[in-house]
């Protein structure tokens, strides 16, 4: 029966146990299927494999009142990546088409505890050394590179982010959640897949130098518990469109899905992601997508996921041990006391690179925004990608 795939310890618990109990519980209850999955997905999915995929993201014009829509294509990034244990290999083709249609080509090493950008030399003659990142400092950046990886659409929680990524990294970076709460463990359906629903609840913390109160964020991830708890799709609700909006291109939840077909050692593979809206007038509009064209086993060769294969060394400034790890929670940050004079000078000058620091984050803000909110109607066929 569907219903023996929901833990009955945690179903006798919504009802015999408070709220805030009752949720706690789940989120180890979760985990604790989750995990081993998890491990036994990674054995499947990453180690020894190689995956090529395209990946398209859109912009959509829209103008209330308008009959039509003005359609963009953003940017065009053909992956090609090799994994392996802690490690993997992407060769990286991305063209933006609303900048000139720039087009950057490199080659990202990931290992567990840092990464490497390679970008080619200007003759043509190899690749140099671009960019140098230690998880622990960066450990969003180091996640979103992982999840370029098609090999990691199995284990996708949100857009750049992995479900333990996620869960283990809680409070480490402003744009984590602080904690995760699972609200619900439910029986559901999936476009005809039998599956596990789990409603969270995310809180997130000012903290870090930002100011502001914290807040909190419900969704509902649909986990295809059957085969290693792979991630079949993540649905958003949203708030009722204001009443400046027209309703009709409000969208009443966004919804990013993972598809699978039947591998060629029994279980599914990840043919095909994509990211939505599905609108209040019921018509669906295509944000983001990434088609895999291949996903097969592979033998790595010795040294593949090195510097030296490219012939390159490692930097002196990158032999040192990697930095100490983040703090397991950022807390909002109490008000000074008075620190006389030279405090205030301090005060002062951490205000102005805060308000630059703020500036430049609410220009991030706003190119994400516009990114994955402007979303649009997908007219292509074949290889389009996210």
Sequence with gaps: MVFARVPSLAVALVFATPLGAAAQTL???FLSQYRPAAARAAARYWDNRAAKATIRSWHTKTEIGRATEEQELYSTTLVDAHTSGPNARMQIDETF?????????GVLLWSADETFELRPNADGRGYAIASHRWRNAQVVQHEANRMVAPQMLPQLYDDHKSVLGTFDNLGKWPTLPASIEVLAIEPATWKGIACTAVRLRETFLPGNGQKGAAFTYEKTMYFDD???WITLAVRYPTEPPPKDVNPRKWAKSSVREVEYAPGPDGY??????ARYAAMLDDSIEFGERVDVHEFVRYLPQPGEFTLEAYGLTRP???RAAPPQALPAVLEAEPAPAHRGFGGVLVGVGAAVVGLAGWSFWRWRAGVKKKRSQQLLR??????AGW
């Excluded at 088409?97 to 080509?105: G, M």
């Excluded at 599914?268 to 992601?273: A, E, F, H, K, N």
């Excluded at 997908?378 to 290889?383: L, Q, R």
């Design 268 to 273: 599914p593979i990840p043919t095909r992601s």
């Design 27 to 29: 989120t180890e209850t």
């Design 97 to 105: 088409h609303q900048v000139n249609s720039l087009r950057r080509t």
């Design 226 to 228: 059957r085969n290693d």
């Design 316 to 318: 002196a400034e990158t």
């Design 378 to 383: 997908d007219a292509s066929e074949g290889s």
